[in-house]
């Protein structure tokens, strides 16, 4: 299934709230995208991708979290965080924003809920990793990136950067070939 282009900062649909998904509507096309988005991770190594990081409006998202040498996949749609405690700032980095890292403050342990994707309610718990991958998601399809929890200082500080960083993503699109996304 094709490899995807990813949508980078500063596209429109990055900052949108995403389309709340009717399961049966999309159950037929689900398995196509559903292997777009996992062949797209794949080949960039994600811990995770957002739909509309590949330019579809409907909150959907894959989390994939390695845990002990083994690969697991969550697909989540219409999640929403339904417990968060306690606080930790790590160091993280969005596919939409390739080669900056920034401090983020997250909740430590999350419960989401959402459909999988059989169109099954499930609850996921988590911290660590997990934690993080589903808050950054979360975010993804509410037109959220991890720049915007970052303080009005850090990011003007980092203007220069993304500015640098804009002008090689738009290189790398070139050398590709690659089309915007709708
Ligand atoms: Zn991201």
Same mark, same amino acid.
């Given at each position: 299934m094709p490899v995807r282009r990813i949508c980078k900062y500063g596209e429109q649909i990055l900052s949108k709230k995403t389309e709340k998904v009717d399961f049966k509507k999309i159950k037929g096309e689900l398995p196509k995208i559903l292997g777009d988005m996992l062949d797209t991770l794949d080949l960039v190594r994600g811990a995770g991708l957002a739909a509309n990081q590949i330019g579809l409006d409907m909150q959907l998202a894959i989390v994939r979290i390695k845990e002990e040498e083994r690969e697991m996949d969550f697909v989540l749609i219409?999640? %929403?965080?339904?417990e968060k405690s306690g606080e930790i700032a790590e160091d993280e980095g969005c596919l939409s924003f390739p080669g900056l890292f920034a401090r983020v403050k997250r909740h430590a342990k999350v419960k989401v809920r959402a459909l999988n994707e059989k169109g099954v309610p499930v609850e996921i718990t988590g911290t660590g990793l997990l934690a993080r991958a589903l808050q950054h998601e979360i975010d993804h399809l509410n037109?959220? %990136?991890?720049?915007?929890?970052?303080s009005l200082l850090t990011r003007l500080r980092l203007k220069p950067v993304l500015m640098k960083l804009k002008r090689q993503w738009k290189k790398m699109d070139e050398s590709k070939g690659m089309q915007k996304p709708m």
């Open positions: 219409n999640p %929403v965080l339904a037109g959220i %990136v991890f720049l915007d929890h970052l």
